[in-house]
């Protein structure tokens, strides 16, 4: 099946550092996701883009939508333990997402 | 407000079996999608309900299939299991188009 290119495929870091993560797509989209998956449980929505080269923040997450609109990254600042888990990248597709591959972040105190 | 709910949580399955998953959504959400995630192929759409009637289809075989009743709430269905259809099975309500999309826990489904 379809997915975006996603990098790096896991991290591993100490707590207080800053993590960058991109996600790279053969295709065009008007709307990239950021989303997070705790252990059991579904995605949940951290970031919406929805303009070439938008840059938007949501309290230490920031993300930017790539001006080919095909690419996008987000970066966690000062990274504190409940950031574990697993951050996918998505692409809104017509009535579908497209997923990235995903990026496992562990942080250790 | 109450989120996605699906059940069940947890499935055991036998080779062979077909099985039947739950999703209802968050009330006034009349699109429900469903997507497969296993460790090999990640996240993948299965299909979307709106009101009622399929409005896109992945790449699945005609093993798995979907409705969506009245009220929004939608089943998933798959027929005749193999052990490759173990996976996380997660719903995605949301308004309509234009919206986001709000996420179940899923259910955890094993064959055996």
């Known amino acids: 099946g379809q997915q975006l290119n996603q990098s790096p495929q896991s991290m591993f870091i100490q707590e207080g550092e800053d993590v960058s993560m991109n996600c790279t797509s053969s295709s065009i989209f008007n709307t990239w996701l950021w989303y997070k998956q705790d252990p059991g449980e579904g995605p949940v929505l951290l970031i919406a883009l929805y303009k070439a080269g938008e840059l938007t923040s949501n309290g230490r997450l920031t993300a930017q939508f790539g001006i080919t609109r095909k690419d996008s990254f987000l970066n966690i600042s000062a990274s504190i333990p409940s950031d574990v888990g697993i951050y996918f990248c998505a692409g809104q597709g017509p009535d579908k997402l497209i997923f990235g591959t995903g990026t496992r972040l562990q942080v250790f105190p | 407000k109450a989120g996605v709910t699906q059940t069940p949580r947890y499935l055991i399955k036998t080779r062979g079996q077909q099985v039947t998953l739950s999703c209802s959504p968050i009330?006034?959400?009349?699109?429900v999608s469903w997507y497969q995630q296993t460790p090999g192929q990640g996240l993948q759409f299965l299909f979307e309900y709106f009101s009622e009637t399929q409005r896109n289809k992945g790449n699945f075989p005609g093993r798995f299939s979907g409705r969506q009743f009245s009220n929004s709430r939608s089943e998933m269905n798959v027929s005749t299991l193999e052990l490759g259809d173990s996976a996380l099975y997660l719903c995605?309500?949301?308004?309509?188009?234009?919206?986001?999309?709000?996420f179940g826990s899923g259910t955890r489904l094993t064959v055996v």
């Open positions: 009330s006034g959400h009349r699109s």
């Open positions: 995605a309500g949301r308004i309509d188009r234009g919206y986001g999309y709000t």
